[in-house]
């Protein structure tokens, strides 16, 4: 018998005080936003925002950024700005966070589902051409946890079907396919700054793209259908619909600072999450995405999938996820199950709520017929039924020694099922 878990009143495994927060806040932070305040915030100049934009464009290696309030912001530039709207159809992974789908729905756009790949849980692209119907306008795939997706495949099946292709990088600042970071690989793509974010502004998040039309269109959707221009008199005329999306420039300083450092700190997520993938990887009942060499992972989350039923258990999948989880958390893990259902059943998709009275569904553009059917995602859903997902210990400036607290609670767990279950 080991030693009692915390849950039965046992000791935790992960002593409070080696719990690093996220972001790690460097002196270096705070003078970054000294600045923004010393220059004077009622300034109709930007110095902060336009520099990010610059800097965060060339980290990715693309013409344009457009600095965002938010990553779902981001995502509705990015799908007004290849055009889909009323009508059109997207193409959406089956397993997401729900702004994915909703920035779809934002434009008056229709979300189409695709279940992701069991071995990555990434858009599969195998599927993408039963999906495509005369109504499809683009393919937003998702780079998971900072994994890219197949964006070959993807981008080949889109040059085909004359669709656009929209990347959600929300979650893949700095990660790499083929050489080329995310961000780079499609028509458009999307970054959130948000507090969990590898590149973290409080919130907030990027647009960026290499074409000067689709930047335009994306300007216009961020400040309330207009063109305004640096250096410029301001016109006061809308010509599309828009949003206020803008950034601050408190939020702009803050992540400049920290891109500074973002290689470093994803470095450091890569080599503790390789630790804890070496350590959890020898359980049966664990299964963890398959990682390609022919692109970097940089660890948003760290996630695994559990199964019951090979760890010899007749239960429901989320209630030994849950079981497990729990136990977890109570041994000083910031561990969840993040998105428990896949994207095409929530309500506000499978209902066809939207903006009420069936909109955009109902609208007399569109001509298609999509159902929400959730047994089509079967992979989708043994992904939101089996995942849990460690929020803290792996990331910078935890050092292997810390890690190594993070496998003995999951070795301690993992040895006292029967424990766990009950």
């Given at each position: 018998?080991?030693?009692?878990?915390?849950?039965?009143?046992?000791?935790?495994?992960?002593?409070?005080d080696?719990l690093?927060?996220?972001?790690?806040?460097?002196?270096?932070?705070?003078?970054?936003?000294?600045?923004a305040?010393?220059?004077?915030?009622?300034?109709?100049?930007?110095?902060e925002i336009?520099a990010l934009?610059?800097e965060?464009?060339?980290?990715?290696?693309v013409?344009?950024?457009?600095?965002?309030?938010?990553?779902?912001?981001?995502?509705h530039?990015s799908?007004a700005?290849?055009?889909?709207?009323?009508?059109?159809?997207?193409?959406?992974p089956s397993?997401?966070f729900?702004?994915?789908a909703?920035a779809?729905?934002?434009h008056n756009?229709?979300?189409?589902?695709?279940?992701?790949?069991?071995?990555?849980?990434?858009?599969?692209?195998?599927?993408?051409?039963?999906?495509?119907?005369?109504?499809?306008?683009?393919?937003?795939?998702?780079?998971?946890?900072?994994y890219?997706?197949?964006?070959?495949?993807?981008?080949?099946?889109?040059?085909?079907?004359?669709l656009?292709?929209?990347?959600?990088?929300?979650?893949?600042?700095?990660?790499?396919?083929?050489?080329?970071?995310?961000?780079?690989?499609g028509?458009?793509?999307a970054?959130?700054l948000?507090?969990?974010?590898n590149?973290?502004g409080?919130d907030?998040?990027?647009f960026?793209?290499?074409?000067?039309?689709?930047?335009?269109r994306?300007?216009m959707?961020?400040?309330?259908?207009?063109?305004?221009?640096?250096?410029?008199?301001?016109?006061?005329?809308?010509y599309?619909?828009?949003?206020?999306?803008?950034?601050t420039?408190?939020?702009?300083?803050f992540?400049?600072s920290?891109?500074q450092?973002l290689?470093?700190?994803n470095a450091?997520?890569?080599?503790n999450?390789?630790?804890l993938?070496d350590?959890?990887?020898?359980?049966?009942?664990?299964?963890l995405?398959q990682?390609?060499?022919d692109r970097?992972?940089?660890f948003?989350?760290?996630?695994?999938?559990?199964?019951?039923?090979?760890?010899g258990?007749?239960?429901p999948?989320?209630?030994?996820?849950?079981a497990?989880?729990?136990a977890?958390?109570?041994?000083?893990?910031?561990?969840c199950?993040?998105?428990?259902?896949?994207?095409?059943?929530?309500?506000?998709?499978?209902?066809?709520?939207?903006?009420?009275k069936?909109?955009?569904?109902?609208?007399g553009?569109y001509k298609?017929?999509?159902?929400?059917n959730?047994e089509?995602?079967?992979?989708?859903?043994?992904?939101?039924?089996?995942?849990?997902w460690?929020i803290?210990?792996y990331?910078?400036?935890?050092?292997p020694?810390?890690?190594?607290y993070?496998v003995?609670?999951?070795?301690?767990?993992?040895s006292?099922?029967?424990?766990?279950?009950g």
């Amino acid at each position: 018998m080991g030693e009692a878990l915390a849950i039965n009143g046992g000791p935790k495994a992960v002593p409070t005080d080696i719990l690093r927060r996220w972001p790690c806040i460097t002196d270096a932070d705070k003078q970054a936003v000294m600045r923004a305040m010393d220059y004077g915030i009622n300034s109709d100049d930007t110095p902060e925002i336009d520099a990010l934009q610059e800097e965060w464009a060339a980290y990715v290696g693309v013409k344009h950024c457009l600095a965002t309030n938010s990553g779902t912001a981001a995502l509705h530039m990015s799908v007004a700005a290849t055009g889909a709207g009323p009508g059109d159809e997207v193409i959406v992974p089956s397993y997401s966070f729900i702004a994915t789908a909703t920035a779809v729905l934002h434009h008056n756009a229709i979300p189409v589902f695709v279940d992701v790949e069991p071995e990555t849980w990434n858009l599969d692209p195998t599927k993408l051409e039963a999906a495509i119907t005369p109504y499809t306008k683009a393919i937003l795939p998702v780079h998971l946890n900072g994994y890219p997706a197949d964006m070959d495949e993807i981008n080949a099946v889109a040059a085909k079907h004359g669709l656009a292709v929209i990347e959600d990088a929300c979650q893949s600042h700095g990660a790499e396919y083929h050489g080329k970071k995310t961000g780079s690989l499609g028509a458009v793509g999307a970054f959130s700054l948000n507090k969990y974010k590898n590149l973290c502004g409080g919130d907030g998040g990027f647009f960026v793209t290499d074409d000067d039309e689709l930047k335009e269109r994306a300007l216009m959707v961020r400040a309330f259908g207009e063109r305004v221009y640096k250096d410029e008199k301001r016109q006061y005329e809308s010509y599309a619909m828009g949003w206020m999306y803008r950034t601050t420039e408190f939020v702009a300083a803050f992540v400049r600072s920290q891109l500074q450092r973002l290689d470093e700190m994803n470095a450091c997520r890569m080599a503790n999450a390789q630790i804890l993938r070496d350590a959890l990887g020898q359980y049966e009942f664990v299964t963890l995405p398959q990682y390609r060499d022919d692109r970097t992972c940089v660890f948003w989350f760290f996630p695994l999938m559990l199964s019951a039923q090979a760890a010899g258990y007749d239960m429901p999948e989320a209630a030994f996820r849950d079981a497990v989880t729990d136990a977890l958390r109570a041994e000083g893990l910031n561990i969840c199950s993040w998105q428990r259902k896949i994207l095409p059943a929530q309500s506000v998709i499978h209902d066809k709520v939207g903006y009420g009275k069936g909109s955009p569904w109902s609208d007399g553009h569109y001509k298609g017929c999509v159902t929400y059917n959730v047994e089509d995602y079967p992979v989708g859903l043994s992904v939101a039924d089996q995942t849990t997902w460690l929020i803290n210990m792996y990331h910078w400036p935890h050092t292997p020694d810390e890690v190594q607290y993070a496998v003995r609670a999951f070795e301690k767990v993992f040895s006292q099922l029967d424990a766990v279950v009950g």
